[in-house]
Structure formats: C-alpha cells, structure tokens
Nanobody, 120 residues
C-alpha cells in the first residue's frame, strides 16, 4: 500500500504564513510528481501547485508569488510554503501524487487533507 500524510495546517491571520508538508510512504518505486490541491466550502477542488521529480513546478495564478512548492526526492516529501495568506486561501488542502509502486502499478493517490484557515 501507498499512503500520503499531510501536516502543517492551522489558523493564521491575513498576511501570515503556513507551511504544509506531505510524506509519501509504502511500496513506492518512483514518483512522477507531487503537489497540492485545495477545496473551499461550496467550491470545486482546484490545483494549487505541482512539482515534477525533474524539478518543474507549476502554480495556480491565484498563488503565484506567494506560495512555493518544493520537494525532497530522498525523503519522498513535498512542502508548500504559503506566505501573504488571504482569507480566500481558506480551504482544505490535499496532497496528491502520481507514483509507480514496487509492483510497477501507476497510481494517483491522495492524502486525507489538512485545514488551512485565514482570518481577516
């Protein structure tokens, strides 16, 4: 089995920062890419940022210049540094990864989500 576990959510005031972490574990042979989605109440889940294991990162326009997505391909972790947070960034943040397992099965897996709340 393969799992993603997020941590680092919480409550912060507008203009503040949060740092999310996501750890991949289990029978993983390789990771193609990892990243973050978010879902605010009453809205659809949206891509926030994604990084390939070759180092290419893409961001949603709404977070460019404020959020930084980085990865550790030894620890199998991805991090989302969120600065200059706004109330509209309030959402449940989900880690997602495209992995190849030790039995060479391609999977898209998701974490359980972590709440990030920005007060005005």
């Amino acid at each position: 089995q393969v799992h993603l576990v997020e941590s680092g959510g919480g409550l912060v005031q507008s203009g503040g920062s949060l740092r999310l972490s996501c750890l991949a574990s289990g029978s993983i042979n390789s990771i193609n890419d990892m990243g973050w989605f978010r879902q605010a109440p009453g809205k659809e889940r949206e891509l926030v940022a994604r990084i390939t294991w070759g180092g290419h990162t893409n961001y949603a326009d709404s977070v460019k210049g404020r959020f930084t997505n980085s990865g550790d391909n030894v620890q199998l972790m991805v991090f989302l540094q969120m600065n200059s947070l706004k109330p509209e960034d309030t959402a449940v943040y989900y880690c997602s990864a495209d992995v190849r397992t030790s039995t060479w099965v391609q999977l898209n897996i998701w974490g359980q989500g972590t709440q990030g709340t920005v007060s005005s």
